[in-house]
């Protein structure tokens, strides 16, 4: 059963993504008209903007007046003019009226000169901490905190711009948190082929960040995923998906991983099947799996699995190779797919495409993709009948063959097909039970194997003769 809501969002412009935190109960908007916004969700489950910010004109800061005036009228209050900063704004106060000083600079919250592409959430280890970039080359990094000036604030929060990124020379194009093990730590990525690593030395101050890392990944970047393992096993990796519409380059994935002979993201594996610009990548939560499972928006939806193979077949340079395979393909939306996105236990993916519908991909017990639900963009769900002949899913290259063999048609692999009748001689017998194992079942020596039947399942044939019973001793 689907539930849907709709949310007045009351941007202006496109609305380029929208990110929970780690509970559900908090979600961030960004948009084309160059503002973040942060939405809590009440105990009746409506979703209430509690905090916003946008570019004010011909300055490119923002100021969340509310915040701002309520804050001056308690902090200066009194007659006469008065002169003073206060978070690094210079006011002149009047007895009626607030004024920002002519030489005066708005820091409270600078956003960004252009459309912000990118929003996301820190885990709440490290506090209410947000991160976005945008198409004026920057990436933010933003913290909510408790005013405490006096009575009236105490307890009310507010966002602070904590710093700006300003490395990347083109549109920063993504911006993910490292999983919490690896500490607080910040990835972006750029239209100049760039990503870079940055890291927080103290967690207390979120104003120093230190670039790490600098990735070139030769092509241009559009979006990035964490490995979010934190097995020992598993070295921190990071995938890299563009959406280059070069021909010259092939594969639209790339998958770094970091040495720790180097102390450097090196280069790992590289998806020679994915050839179309893509817009998205996700890796799945690993809960104890063995491998990871990655997911691409491209024109359809994929979803690969990388098995690490052992390290004795793995090359030098303390690398690890990988067995990847394509376990799903589906063009069911008929469109490009912009978003990908996993559920906490890495068991359900959910993919909208420019069909103006959300998708969700599980799989059975045998491994196979399927269609699960279908929500369109006005929150209501697609019935079962209407479902009928869109679940179409074609398999990679590298499978075809091999589940053509299986499964009859690579078409048809998604559903469940009815069994076929019992061969003659298969390991059905007449009952339609599964008999025991071959080792299991002795039959005579001198047996007809020409009129062979198997027996009951819990029957067996021996080849030693059966003693009669005397007469009188019959049951």
């Not at 040495?259 to 280069?267: F, G, S, V």
């Amino acid at each position: 059963m689907f539930v849907a809501r709709s949310i007045a969002a009351d941007h202006r412009d496109l609305i380029h993504d929208v990110s929970f935190d780690f509970h559900g109960r908090r979600m961030a908007t960004c948009s084309s008209d160059q503002s973040v916004k942060v939405w809590d969700k009440s105990e009746n489950g409506d979703w209430h903007c509690t905090a916003s910010w946008k570019v004010c004109i011909n300055s490119h800061y923002t100021v969340i007046l509310l915040f701002l005036f309520d804050f001056c009228r308690e902090m200066f209050s009194g007659s006469g003019q008065e002169v003073t900063e206060a978070y690094g704004i210079s006011f002149m106060l009047t007895r009626s009226n607030v004024f920002l000083r002519t030489a005066a600079f708005c820091v409270i919250l600078q956003t960004h000169s252009g459309s912000v592409w990118r929003v996301t959430w820190a885990h709440p280890e490290f506090g209410q901490v947000l991160a976005s970039c945008s198409f004026d080359r920057t990436a933010a990094v933003w913290e909510e905190i408790v005013g405490e000036s006096n009575d009236k604030l105490r307890g009310q929060s507010h966002w602070v711009k904590r710093t700006t990124l300003v490395d990347s020379r083109t549109s920063v194009t993504d911006v993910k948190f490292a999983p919490k093990h690896m500490g607080l730590m910040l990835a972006t990525c750029s239209a100049d082929g760039v990503v870079r690593i940055y890291e927080a030395p103290d967690v207390m101050n979120l104003s120093q960040w230190s670039l790490q890392h600098e990735i070139s990944c030769k092509l241009s970047c559009s979006c990035i995923s964490w490995n979010p393992s934190s097995s020992r096993a598993h070295s921190p990796m990071i995938a890299v998906g563009s959406d280059d519409n070069s021909p010259n380059i092939l594969a639209k994935v790339q998958i770094y991983e970091y040495n720790e002979n180097t102390r450097k993201y090196a280069k790992a594996e590289a998806l020679m099947t994915v050839t179309d610009p893509v817009h998205d990548i996700a890796f799945a939560p690993n809960l104890g799996r063995s491998f990871h499972i990655l997911a691409v928006a491209t024109k359809d939806v994929r979803i690969f699995t990388l098995k690490p193979l052992r390290k004795e077949l793995t090359s030098s340079g303390g690398l690890t190779k990988f067995e990847i395979h394509i376990v799903a393909q589906f063009d069911n939306h008929n469109s490009q797919v912009w978003r990908v996105s996993w559920n906490i236990t890495g068991t359900v993916l959910a993919s909208s495409g420019d069909d103006g519908c959300v998708r969700l991909w599980k799989a059975n017990y045998m491994d196979n993709w399927k269609c699960t639900g279908i929500l369109k963009g006005n929150g209501s769900p697609v019935n079962g009948s209407s479902q009928q002949g869109i679940f179409n899913a074609s398999l990679g290259s590298a499978n075809t063959s091999l589940q053509n063999s299986l499964n009859g048609s690579s078409a048809s692999r998604y559903f469940f097909p009815p069994l076929d009748s019992p061969r003659a001689g298969s390991r059905w017998s007449s009952h339609a039970q599964l008999l025991p194992p071959p080792p299991l079942i002795e039959h005579s020596c001198d047996a007809d194997t020409a009129n062979l039947q198997y027996p009951h399942p819990r029957r067996r044939c021996v080849s030693r003769p059966l003693n009669l019973l005397p007469e009188n001793e019959g049951v």
